[in-house]
């Protein structure tokens, strides 16, 4: 049974960091492109970052420099590293196998 279970979200003020987790099961992360996708309030879903098999990443404009994807293959765990955070990166972020997503984890960034 395919399972993604996003962790790690929270209430942090400008600047600060977060690393979230999304924990897979019933497939293999390093198989395939993983993707970390947010939605903020009353907006659409967005695209945020993706790793592929080889390990290529790729990051949306807003996120560049600041956020880091990485995978750990034994665990089975996909990260997004989350520093220099500001208000805009409010949203739920999920983790997104093709067309897959988790449950999400809120990010709330405010002062």
């Known amino acids: 049974q395919v399972q993604l279970v996003e962790s790690g979200g929270g209430l942090v003020q400008p600047g600060e960091s977060l690393r979230l987790s999304c924990t897979a099961s019933?497939?293999?992360?390093?198989?395939?492109?993983m993707k970390w996708v947010r939605q903020a309030p009353g907006k659409g879903l967005e695209w945020v970052s993706q790793?592929?098999?080889?390990?290529?990443?790729r990051y949306t404009d807003s996120v560049k420099g600041r956020f880091t994807i990485s995978r750990d293959d034994a665990k089975n765990i996909v990260y997004l590293q989350m520093n220099s955070l500001k208000p805009e990166d409010t949203a739920r972020y999920h983790c997104?196998?093709?067309?897959?997503r988790g449950q999400g984890t809120q990010v709330t960034v405010s002062s």
């Open positions: 997104q196998w093709g067309n897959f």
């Open positions: 019933g497939f293999r992360v390093s198989g395939y492109t």
């Open positions: 790793i592929s098999v080889s390990g290529d990443t």
